[in-house]
Each structure stands twice: as structure tokens, then as C-alpha cells.
């Protein structure tokens, strides 16, 4: 293992994540293993990390010369983030309690589970957008769970059509039965705010 750390501010954690590709590129045909676990109630979060982490390896193009694999486990504590180089010809580490879906447990309260921002607002991170289909995925594997959407528009009637175009892709592209959304259209505040957010993804188990 090359490096074990916890949700770090996402510059340190991307520092981390060129350490780890620079390692690899050292060592011709080893493999980079990247493990993220936390406890079950948690998993959004650890989701959202592994997507973070995927899309800054497709930002720096380091998934097109190196071979990376990316694991979900469970585990009690802080969410922790794991970063392996097996070399050529060795054997994958033991990893206990593997879990990749998005179940939740159902004894978990109400939360939100993402966001969007205007396209603009600075960020360091990688800018793959994934909260809406994450969203789906966590409502596709819990099957009683329903899900709130905040939609903010300058308008209320831009946040009703943005609304409605959510709620179509939802049903068209993942499946989700609109029985299961409630929507709530909102203005944006006056003066615009960029770090409201114009949408809110919220999990009801």
C-alpha cells in the first residue's frame, strides 16, 4: 500500500491521487488498486469520492496509460481512502466486506445526498457533474426510498421547466417512477448567490 488517508480538501487529496499515478508510471505493469471504505449509512459519501477520484484520472489521462481499478467496502470509522501499486505478476490484497452497490440501510434519516452548482463557480476538483445519475443509483437499489428535488431558477418558471426536464430524464434514462420524486421549484435569491445551490438532491429511505 502506498497511501492510506481520510476524506482530505480535495487539492490534497488530488496531490495524493499524482503521487499514486506517478508511482505507477515508475513501474511498468503494475496495476493501481484505489479502496474506498467508510460504514454503510455513509456510502454516498464514499461514492462521490470514488467518482472524484475517476474523473480526475480521465482529466489527467492517466486511466488511458495506466490500468486502474477502483473498489467500494464497508467498514466502521471515518471513511478512508487506500491507494495500492501491485506489481506485475502479484497477487490483489485481501479486501474484507466489498461492497460496490448503493443499498442503504433503512434505519437512516432523511438527507441530501447532492448538489449542483452554476457552471461557472470556480472549483478545484474535477468538473464530472455526477450528482443526478448517483442520485438514480442510490433510488434504483432501494427500491422504497423516494427522493426531494430543489430546483432553483432565476424564474419560478425556469425552475419549473428545469424541474420537468429532471424529472425526465429520471423516468427516461434510469428508470425511476415519477410517483417516487417530489419536486419543489424555487426562485434564486436576489442578489445571486453562487454558492446556492441550484439544485438539491434529497434521499427519503
Given at each position: 500500500m502506498l497511501d492510506e488517508h481520510g476524506l482530505l480538501p480535495c487539492d490534497d487529496s488530488l496531490g495524493r491521487l499524482d503521487a499514486w499515478y506517478a508511482d505507477l508510471s515508475n513501474n511498468p505493469n503494475s496495476i493501481g488498486l484505489a479502496v474506498v471504505s467508510g460504514p454503510p449509512e455513509e456510502k454516498h459519501r464514499s461514492v462521490f469520492r470514488q467518482h472524484l477520484m475517476q474523473a480526475n484520472a480521465r482529466f489527467r489521462k492517466a486511466s488511458e496509460v495506466l490500468e486502474l481499478k477502483y473498489v467500494r467496502a464497508n467498514s466502521p470509522g471515518?471513511?478512508?481512502?487506500?491507494?495500492?501499486?501491485?506489481?506485475?505478476?502479484?497477487?490483489v490484497p485481501r479486501i474484507e466486506n466489498v461492497d460496490n452497490t448503493f443499498s442503504l440501510p433503512g434505519y437512516i434519516k432523511p438527507f441530501?445526498?447532492?448538489?449542483?452548482?452554476?457552471?461557472?463557480?470556480?472549483?478545484?476538483?474535477?468538473?464530472?457533474?455526477?450528482?443526478k445519475s448517483v442520485f438514480a443509483a442510490f433510488l434504483s437499489d432501494n427500491p422504497t426510498a423516494r427522493g426531494n428535488i430543489?430546483?432553483?431558477?432565476?424564474?419560478?418558471?425556469?425552475?419549473?421547466?428545469?424541474?420537468?426536464?429532471?424529472l425526465r430524464t429520471l423516468k427516461g434514462q434510469y428508470a425511476i417512477a415519477g410517483n417516487r420524486l417530489h419536486f419543489f421549484p424555487r426562485k434564486r435569491s436576489v442578489p445571486l448567490n453562487n454558492l446556492e445551490p441550484i439544485v438539491e438532491y434529497w434521499y427519503l429511505p
Amino acid at each position: 500500500m502506498l497511501d492510506e488517508h481520510g476524506l482530505l480538501p480535495c487539492d490534497d487529496s488530488l496531490g495524493r491521487l499524482d503521487a499514486w499515478y506517478a508511482d505507477l508510471s515508475n513501474n511498468p505493469n503494475s496495476i493501481g488498486l484505489a479502496v474506498v471504505s467508510g460504514p454503510p449509512e455513509e456510502k454516498h459519501r464514499s461514492v462521490f469520492r470514488q467518482h472524484l477520484m475517476q474523473a480526475n484520472a480521465r482529466f489527467r489521462k492517466a486511466s488511458e496509460v495506466l490500468e486502474l481499478k477502483y473498489v467500494r467496502a464497508n467498514s466502521p470509522g471515518e471513511i478512508k481512502i487506500q491507494l495500492w501499486r501491485i506489481p506485475a505478476g502479484g497477487g490483489v490484497p485481501r479486501i474484507e466486506n466489498v461492497d460496490n452497490t448503493f443499498s442503504l440501510p433503512g434505519y437512516i434519516k432523511p438527507f441530501r445526498l447532492g448538489t449542483e452548482y452554476p457552471e461557472f463557480v470556480d472549483d478545484i476538483c474535477p468538473g464530472d457533474r455526477s450528482e443526478k445519475s448517483v442520485f438514480a443509483a442510490f433510488l434504483s437499489d432501494n427500491p422504497t426510498a423516494r427522493g426531494n428535488i430543489v430546483v432553483r431558477g432565476r424564474t419560478l418558471t425556469l425552475a419549473k421547466a428545469k424541474a420537468a426536464r429532471i424529472l425526465r430524464t429520471l423516468k427516461g434514462q434510469y428508470a425511476i417512477a415519477g410517483n417516487r420524486l417530489h419536486f419543489f421549484p424555487r426562485k434564486r435569491s436576489v442578489p445571486l448567490n453562487n454558492l446556492e445551490p441550484i439544485v438539491e438532491y434529497w434521499y427519503l429511505p
